[in-house]
């Protein structure tokens, strides 16, 4: 006769029976006891014919007790030994019962399926090429949509339209003041660096108007709409997919297209231009403040500087380009927001992939625009 | 109401659903149903959680394109008519979505309005008496400016029966109507649904496990069972509780509760 101890348990071999001694209290956050013991037990020798169990010295006990019991049901059925459950106390012979009545589904179980490389390789092609089926059709929906707001068949609400600019366009304003006020000044010292070697601090204006102005004013503007409303978009869309009011507006015969996604790229489309615009003033003003206060430069001089480094050519530029980052980020936003799944983790990955695919589309559209600007010599 | 008059007193159902799979992908979730429904029926799909009925719901009012199969409102094929044929049904439909899903940004007032700005000539101060008129049906007047999240969940779904009643549609659709309502709003609800169809006829599909509702409102329905994946039993919801003989159907019908009659 051999006992072992481990917690609260102890295995107990009378002929050819294991008593399982369980004692103490039996808490789960007092942790759980191992079952290790016992299959050892009913590996040794002699064979055990039956599992029985002693619960004179317990003293409270809840799911813990259930779980250890449970393995060691699991465990013996394994090995063809019965249980005799007629030693524990019946409020747990009950709950075992329970959790025992309904059988173990078949099939229920998800295994974990090692995906060899070259099938991941094809399902990530399908992928990539139904994304791009949708994207395209989205895209020419959208085209078709454009074409019915200009004939004015198209239908959605102005009042919605009116907010949205509201929403995206003066709302907007405190950001777009404070990051390019500071790019404006970073752009006035990585260049007061290197002018200041050659007394030519004065063309700090220079550097900062024309670059403002052709490419930074739109593209910081740009990247902040893609963050703070291409993810809203995609949010307040996805949103309305999982209450179903995209289904509602599809049964009642309104195109989710023209009623959602056509207001916020317009929205977009007229506020872009003008934060740009704006955009543009506080950044050079950024550049004037460092020019002026550090460069030793005076407000008139810095001021006469800028207007002649600049051409319309430059503002108009830098103007066309925000409104085609605006649709970009709008398209993004809305595309995303109806791809998204019907669950709140869906939505948030929805506007996360909104934020990325916008700023994506932005960088790549000014490559484009700086090749073709380019060539064209503007 | 002469058109519907005359499908009336013909022999063609109102709507008719013919060997209907519905399929994500490879995975066939129901297939082969055929049924029809009557004007006038109040006509309930049950089904035990996960069994498709909501899916099934779905593909009749053209959110879901099925597998194979079709859906004829009266002589009209649903499944393959064009875009416009298409509107043309659906606004003699109207659905009571399982939330209920109001346009968030609208007022009460405005969700029911705005089907009828779209498909009738009313002025907007007629179009809000429409809304009120609506609003009362459904108990719920004086609400007309709230907004969705404003008011509660019982609420929401009874607004949303009201926004689905605001074209006077032939057909009315429920998702779970009597889900997350009390026990005796959902009574007054199920007393609504039997009110409309006989005082305007509407024809009403029910979506529902709620079985004090199917037993109260329904006179037709069919039982999806998610094991054979089609429809096995089919009839008035109290016949098939007196003498159905799939054990799994009676046990739904009587709550598992005649396992050994």
Request: glycine share 10%.
């Amino acid at each position: 006769m051999k006992a072992t101890v481990t917690n609260q348990v102890s295995f107990e071999r009378v002929g050819g029976v294991l008593l399982v001694s369980l004692a103490g209290r039996w808490q789960l956050r007092r942790g759980l006891a191992s079952s290790k013991v016992l299959e050892k037990e009913l590996q040794g020798l002699p064979r055990i014919t039956r599992v029985a169990f002693d619960t004179e010295r317990l003293n409270n006990w809840d799911s813990s007790i259930l779980t250890f019991l449970a393995t060691v049901s699991d465990v013996a059925r394994q090995r063809g030994v019965p249980v005799d459950p007629a030693g524990l106390p019946p409020g747990i012979h009950r709950l075992l019962d329970l959790a025992e009545a309904v059988p173990e589904r078949a099939g229920a179980r998800q295994e974990a399926r090692q995906v060899p490389l070259l099938e991941r390789i094809g399902t990530g092609t399908f992928a990539l090429a139904g994304s791009a089926g949708e994207l395209l059709s989205f895209v020419g929906d959208m085209a078709i949509t454009l074409v019915r707001l200009f004939r004015m068949k198209a239908r959605y609400r102005a009042s919605d339209l009116f907010l949205l600019i509201q929403q995206c366009g003066p709302q907007a304003l405190p950001i777009v003041t404070l990051i390019s006020f500071l790019v404006g000044v970073i752009l006035a010292f990585v260049g007061a660096v290197q002018l200041k070697q050659f007394g030519a601090q004065i063309y700090v204006a220079n550097l900062v108007g024309v670059a403002m102005l052709r490419e930074m004013g739109a593209m910081m503007t740009a990247i902040l709409m893609a963050g703070r409303t291409g993810a809203a978009f995609a949010a307040q869309i996805g949103t309305m997919k999982v209450t179903q009011e995209i289904d509602a507006f599809t049964t009642v015969g309104l195109s989710p297209l023209e009623f959602l996604v056509l207001p916020r790229t317009v929205a977009l489309i007229l506020m872009m231009p003008l934060l740009c615009l704006y955009a543009d003033l506080v950044g050079i003003a950024g550049g004037a403040a460092i020019g002026v206060g550090m460069l030793d430069l005076s407000w008139k001089t810095y001021f006469q500087q800028t207007v002649d480094a600049v051409s319309l050519t430059d503002l108009a530029g830098g103007v066309f380009k925000s409104c085609v980052y605006g649709v970009l980020i709008a398209l993004a936003g809305c595309l995303r927001g109806l791809q998204s799944g019907t669950s709140s983790s869906a939505v948030g990955d929805a506007a996360t992939s909104a934020v990325v695919t916008g700023i994506v589309a932005i960088i790549v559209a000014c490559g484009v625009f700086a090749v073709v600007f380019y060539v064209l010599g503007i | 109401m002469t058109e519907g008059a005359i499908a009336e007193t013909g022999t063609i159902p109102h709507i008719a659903v013919r060997d209907l799979t519905m399929a994500f992908g490879s995975f066939v979730l129901m297939h082969d149903l055929t049924f029809t429904i009557n004007h006038g029926d109040v006509f309930i799909i049950m089904g035990g959680s996960g069994s498709g009925k909501s899916t099934l719901l779905r593909h009749m009012i053209g959110l879901t394109e099925p597998a194979r199969g079709e859906i004829f409102y009266d002589a009209t094929n649903f499944t393959r008519s064009s875009g416009t044929e298409r509107q043309q049904i659906l606004q003699r439909i109207g659905v009571l979505f399982q939330s209920g899903a109001l346009w968030s940004a609208m007022t009460l007032a405005e969700n029911i309005g705005l089907p009828l700005e779209e498909y009738t000539d009313l002025s907007p101060a007629e179009i809000r008496d429409v809304a009120s008129l609506k609003l009362a049906l459904v108990g719920l007047k004086g609400f007309e400016d709230y907004y969705p999240s404003q008011i509660s969940g019982g609420m929401q779904k009874r607004a949303g029966l009201a926004r689905a009643m605001a074209l006077d549609p032939r057909i009315l659709f429920f998702d779970e109507p009597s889900a997350g309502l009390d026990p005796i709003t959902a009574r007054l609800l199920d007393e609504l649904i039997l009110e409309l169809r006989d005082s305007l006829g509407t024809t009403v599909v029910v979506v529902t496990h709620d079985l004090a509702s199917i037993f109260t409102i329904g006179n037709n329905s069919i039982y999806l069972d998610s094991d054979s994946r089609t429809i096995t039993a089919s009839g008035p919801p109290n016949e098939l509780r007196a003498h159905a003989q799939d054990s799994k159907l009676r046990s739904f019908l009587t709550r598992g509760g005649t396992h050994n009659p």
